[in-house]
């Protein structure tokens, strides 16, 4: 038994110290080249472009704004008078709501189509008889009625500035090569931001935001396109195979395929998109249960293909582990498992050396969230140190919600497209305030089970250490039991307003 155990733990400890390890490296590169990168994503406008270009036609390309809405209704009616209030010629801009809602979201759009359309603005709002495809789908039908050159989407929280067109297509020329497929901007959150848990959520998707996608794109690594708030060219849509509905991440999806025919996506960190939170851990979950699967159906269905463009991706290693990278969850789930028996079973040098190599396991995620706060507040405080230690707590907290995930996506191709609900600001401003709170109440997901089970594991195995005399290795059980403890506890908390 010792031998099975210390191999299976050992094979757990290393996948999970690459993946670090790839981590590592990516920050070491953020540190080393801070300012270039600043730099780097951040373009500049260039000088007189606007005053050297007065053909209306030239300098503003023709844009079909696109928005998915499903059961939106308190964010669908700001989202689409956002994009219908951009500061582009209106000849040259028009804007589909693709509404396959089945409450009263759609006599909601459809009153504020009307009174855009009477306004001047190109709008349609189209309707289909089933949600096929489901976001993707909507996404390809609306193509299908577009003879624009570009393609922006926001999803339904989503608010873009009036002057967002203008800013990426015209002011900083986003699309000054021909090989640029997208341009992807930053996403920010509304202020302030209300509570702990939702300040610990935004530094979760900071550290992607401010130092991951900005340090891939320094260094040319395939950008991802983060499935709102950017803007794409409809060539290299077709070119890449369209939009995809057999992963649950038509993003990431559409991202790879396109690089793998020798497009680019660009970053612009400057250029923001103000979108809302998950308002609750349920509805967090949900998120992240629907990205994991989608994550393993991509790299089910991309790796081999990532791998083998030799001289068309410049890193394929570092492709490959982000495209596995909600992996290390099922990774974290299997070293819990398997912790107290390894304390018990495992020869000591052995288990020693295996501990020195997930140190870099342990230290990775902290040190990454520091890195963050630094470059989004320039300093740490003791709040920002909450917010850092309640990161770590969800990030591990999560990893039986996204193992259940990972396995669905290696199992099963596509799924249904399970809305995240949004539109809390909203509902906060409305009468009766719970009979809509009640509309987007997300119900309690049947993982919460099965991390109370894991939870009830790991007390036992502290008891179990501790009376075999090795109470200081019991301590990871306690702090993983605390991790999963705290998500559980936000599942059963009520819904902020």
Known sequence: MSPIITALYAIAALTGAAFAAVEFRMLWRFVRNRQEIRTTVTSEPPPDRVKAQTDESNLFPLVTIQLPLYNERRAAARVIQAAASQDYPRSRFDVQVLDDSDDETASIVKDVVRTLRSQGVQIEHLRREHRSGYKAGALTEGLQKSEAEFIAVFDADFLPDPTFLRTVLVDRTGFDHPDIAFVQTRWSWREPIRGFFAASL??????HFLVQKPTRAFFRNVATFNGSGGVWRRKAIDDGGGWSAETLTEDLDLSYRCALRGWRGRYLRDVDVVNELPEDMRSFKRQQQRWSKGNAQCFRLLTAKVLSARGLLEDRIDEAFLLAGYAIHPILLINLILWPWAVLLMDRPTFWAVQGIMGLVIVVAPVSFVLTVLERDKRLSLRSIGHIVSSVCIGIGLMVNN??????GFLTSGGEFVRTPKGHEAIAESEPVQEELRAYQVP????????????????????????AGEALWAIPLLFWAICLGFVAQQQLAPTRV
Not at 202 to 207: I, P, Q, S, T, V
Not at 403 to 408: C, D, H
Not at 449 to 465: K, P, R, S
């Open 202 to 207: 935004a530094l979760l998707l900071d550290r």
């Open 403 to 408: 193992t259940i995930g990972q396995i669905q």
């Open 444 to 467: 309690l997901h049947w993982s919460f089970f099965f991390e109370l089970i894991t939870i009830m594991y790991c007390l036992i195995g502290t008891a179990v250490l501790s009376t």
